[in-house]
């Protein structure tokens, strides 16, 4: 059935470029004698017989024209006109012929005009059909082609379709949240915006990285949230979320992608844990074990042996530097969880810089510290939290310098701030290390630092005081000539 409707029916033909030429000369050729039976047994009145042969004429030409294209449609035109000569010739009067040649001839252009025409409409048409099909098949295939790839990524995928507001997921989006996406993008919104949060708090459907990417037509990347799926599961994400715009700037999609990082996370918290717990259970123990020293000393100064002195000695300087590796320790752990708190007051920052160098300089025979203030200055700030600040500076500065050399410590107002310098000629710092060596346990590694002992905390706590501080904190100097470490903090009550 399908086959004899796209023989006979010429829209089922469209678009698909087959032309026959054999079909239409036979077919013209069998209508035309059965409309000639028709006319010469008298079936008709005789006044209808040309009527009747100028109709189908034209039937058959806009019939063959659309099946098969302008060449068939020409055929046709030729097979009608000898069909014409062949009356005229035979059953015409010869006073009728003349008259009846012109007609035939009239006819016969007109036929061809209205034949080229439907036949290149018709040629036209197919080519577009095959075009617009070729479009289709090759979107289908790129759409294909981006579905197995996204398949086939290892971390979340979702893809909202702002045009037909829908929005679907791979399959590692199904294997992460457990759920099926492919639906109404609107309700999913909704959704999202019930089972995400960020830092603790629920999100507003404004907040969303898929909405506020949609909305800014800008990229959102790497944004950490927390997503509690059906099962009451807390996962930890980072989400991406990427506009895709049309060729007149519209967005027409936002593609977000997932990553699972919930697992980094907890073995972050366990380690934050880890470090919070053993810097306070080491605290206590050192603590004794130096109020213990301090008490045998005095002791053995009243009544001992002097050389037991000297011995004990070593002992409190060994559990001063155990001391200090549990606070610094116990300062990171405070600083990462976000519970390094500060009492902030005015204190006279000239007095704190002296107590400090002067402290410094009792322990430390063999250096030259000076002090190059400016007068008194009142700053606004954490005592104890700059005096810290100081200190790991003044640390860094005798360990990284030679004996017999100075270290020059200056005070000067900038603006709304002050800036303090503390300047060694130790063995300084390469250029590409000045900013890294205010990271977390970071130590630079050559030749010339191999031999001094540390774990990299005292910058890293340093620039987190300085920090909270609203100051900025920073390196200058040249390797091998010295180092220059600037800090700044706000001026106090009077300014
Ligand atoms: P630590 O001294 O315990 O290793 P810090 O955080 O105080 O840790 O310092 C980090 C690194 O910065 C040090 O390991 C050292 O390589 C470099 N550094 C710090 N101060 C100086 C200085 N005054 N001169 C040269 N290098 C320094």
Redesign the pocket.
């Known amino acids: 059935m399908k086959k004899v409707r796209f023989f006979l029916d010429p829209m089922e033909r469209l678009g698909h470029e087959k032309y026959s030429l054999f079909f239409p000369v036979i077919g013209s050729g069998v209508f035309l004698y059965l409309i000639d039976l028709i006319v010469v047994n008298d079936l008709i009145n005789s006044s209808f017989s040309s009527a009747l042969i100028i109709a189908s004429s034209i039937v058959l030409l806009v019939y063959f024209s659309f099946r098969d294209g302008i060449r068939a449609g020409v055929i046709t035109i030729l097979i009608v006109v000898g069909y014409y000569f062949y009356i005229i010739l035979t059953r015409l009067e010869p006073q009728q012929v003349q008259g009846a040649l012109n007609t035939t001839l009239l006819l016969g252009l007109l036929y061809l005009g209205i034949g080229v025409i439907i036949g290149w409409l018709k040629q036209s048409l197919d080519k577009l059909i095959q075009k617009e099909k070729a479009a289709t098949i090759l979107a289908d295939e790129e759409r294909l082609r981006l579905k197995s790839v996204l398949e086939q990524l290892p971390v979340a995928v979702r893809i909202a379709n702002l045009k037909e507001k829908r929005i679907e997921g791979n399959r590692k989006f199904e294997d992460l949240f457990k759920r099926k996406l492919g639906g109404d993008l609107d309700k999913e919104i909704k959704y999202i915006a019930e089972h995400e949060y960020k830092n603790g708090k629920k999100l507003n459907v404004d907040d969303l990285a898929l909405v506020k990417s949609m909305k800014s037509k800008k990229k959102l990347l790497s944004e950490e949230i927390e997503y509690v799926r059906d099962d009451r599961k807390r996962l930890f994400l980072k989400v991406s979320a990427v506009p895709v715009f049309n060729k007149n700037r519209k967005v027409i999609s936002v593609v977000s992608v997932l990553t699972d990082i919930t697992e980094e996370k907890e073995q972050a918290k366990r380690k934050d844990n880890f470090i919070s717990m053993a810097s306070h259970e080491l605290r206590t123990p050192i603590t004794t074990i130096r109020l213990y020293l301090d008490l045998l000393s005095k002791r053995i100064q009243t009544y001992g042996d002097e050389s037991f002195l000297k011995l004990i000695g070593n002992l409190i300087v060994q559990t001063e530097r155990l001391q200090q590796l549990s606070s610094d320790l116990l300062d990171v752990s405070r600083i990462q969880t976000g519970k390094l708190h500060f009492i902030k007051q005015d204190f006279l920052l000239n007095e704190l810089v002296a107590e400090v160098c002067s402290l410094f300089q009792q322990t430390s025979h063999n250096k030259k510290i000076t002090v190059e203030e400016s007068g008194p200055i009142v700053v606004t700030g954490d005592r104890f939290r700059i005096y810290q600040v100081l200190t790991?500076l003044l640390t860094?500065?005798i360990?990284?310098?030679e004996k017999d050399t100075e270290i020059i410590v200056k005070t000067r107002k900038v603006n709304e701030n002050v800036e303090i310098s503390v300047q060694?000629f130790?063995?300084?710092?390469d250029p590409s290390q000045r900013r890294k060596?205010f990271n977390l346990l970071?130590?630079?590694e050559d030749s010339t630092?191999k031999t001094?002992p540390?774990?990299?905390?005292?910058?890293?706590i340093s620039r987190e005081i300085v920090k909270q501080h609203s100051g900025k904190i920073w390196v200058d100097g040249e390797k091998g000539k010295g180092?220059t470490?600037h800090f700044t903090i706000p001026l106090g009550g009077q300014k």
């Open positions: 790991n860094n500065a360990k990284y310098s060694d130790g063995i300084g710092i060596i970071y130590q630079v630092e001094f540390g774990l990299g905390m005292g910058l890293f180092s470490f």
